[in-house]
């Protein structure tokens, strides 16, 4: 039996993306799904999708960068299934453009999403991980989570600040013997709709000339499910995946 079957799984940013191919791939291997994001109609979509393929989905519309309904995702998830096996902090949003272009709106949203987003999911869910000393944290950081390059330093900061809180999570757990995994997953391009969320015109034309070479979502989802499916005393703590001819 597969070491994803019958585990409960709450993906963020599950609408699109990588959290939209990592569903479908955790689905098909039997897990339990608590999709969240914010547009509803995709989600349902999904739901419809995986249940017609025969997997099991729920799903509830989430901003993380509100306590409050992470703290209703959790309680969905525990009052459904009873309980929350792997929590994959997937949502993120990267509009970048040169600090002069002072988009400070811009600099909070990605805080707040790729930061604090991360912060208010753990907070939600990983206490009753610990209560059972049984669970797995995996967090999308990015190459841009180890890489700073012109344009992306608001959004290299958030990713380094994921990283840094995917190692913090990790060693305070083993410090406390809870059983908790921590996976840090580092994508290069990948083909989704995180471009669309940058509003600079001569930004987003550099980005779209940058991902040319970008990989398929599901490949990103495939390194997910292979963490989640190591042996329980095994810890996948950090993965970086490029496209083959990705130099940066
Ligand atoms: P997408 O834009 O396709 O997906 C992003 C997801 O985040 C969407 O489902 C969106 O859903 C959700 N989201 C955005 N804001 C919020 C919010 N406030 N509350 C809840 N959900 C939100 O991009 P990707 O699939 O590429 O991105 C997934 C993760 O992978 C991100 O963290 C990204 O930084 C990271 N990554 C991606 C790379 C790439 O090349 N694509 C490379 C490296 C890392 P909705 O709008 O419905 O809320």
New binding site residues.
């Given amino acids: 039996m597969s070491n994803i079957q019958d585990k409960v799984v709450i993906i963020?940013?599950?609408?699109?993306?990588?959290?939209e191919a990592t569903a479908k791939e955790l689905a098909s291997k039997g897990a339990k799904l608590v999709l969240?994001?914010?547009?509803e109609e995709?989600l349902a979509k999904l739901q419809d999708e995986i249940k017609a393929n025969g997997g099991q989905a729920i799903f509830k519309v989430?901003?993380?960068?509100s306590r409050e309904q992470m703290d209703e995702l959790a309680a969905l998830a525990l009052k459904e299934f009873g309980k929350i096996d792997v929590l994959i902090n997937?949502?993120?949003?990267?509009p970048q453009a040169f600090l002069t272009e002072n988009k400070v709106e811009e600099w909070d949203m990605m805080i707040d999403?790729?930061i604090k987003?991360v912060l208010y999911a753990i907070a939600a869910i990983v206490p009753s991980m610990r209560k059972r000393k049984f669970g797995h944290v995996i967090n999308?950081s990015?190459?841009?989570g180890h890489n700073i390059y012109p344009g992306g330093t608001v959004y290299c900061g958030t990713k380094f600040a994921v990283k840094a809180i995917s190692e913090g999570l990790r060693q305070e757990e083993a410090m406390n013997g809870t059983n908790i995994r921590v996976t840090n997953i580092s994508?290069?391009?990948?083909t989704?709709?995180?471009l669309?969320?940058t509003t600079d015109p001569a930004m987003k034309a550099g980005l779209d000339e940058f991902y040319q070479v970008?990989i398929d979502?599901d490949r990103i989802a495939h390194a997910i499910a292979f963490a989640i499916e190591q042996p329980a005393d095994v810890g996948i703590n950090e993965m970086i995946i490029r496209p083959t001819v990705q130099v940066g």
Avoid at 12 to 19: F, K, L, R, V
Avoid at 36 to 39: D, E, G, I, K, S
Avoid at 90 to 94: E, F, L, T
């Fill in positions: 963020t940013g599950a609408s699109s993306g990588i959290g969240a994001a914010r547009r995709r989430t901003d993380v960068t997937n949502a993120g949003i990267m999403v790729n987003g999308l990015s190459v841009a994508p290069g391009a990948v989704s709709e995180l669309e969320t970008a979502a």
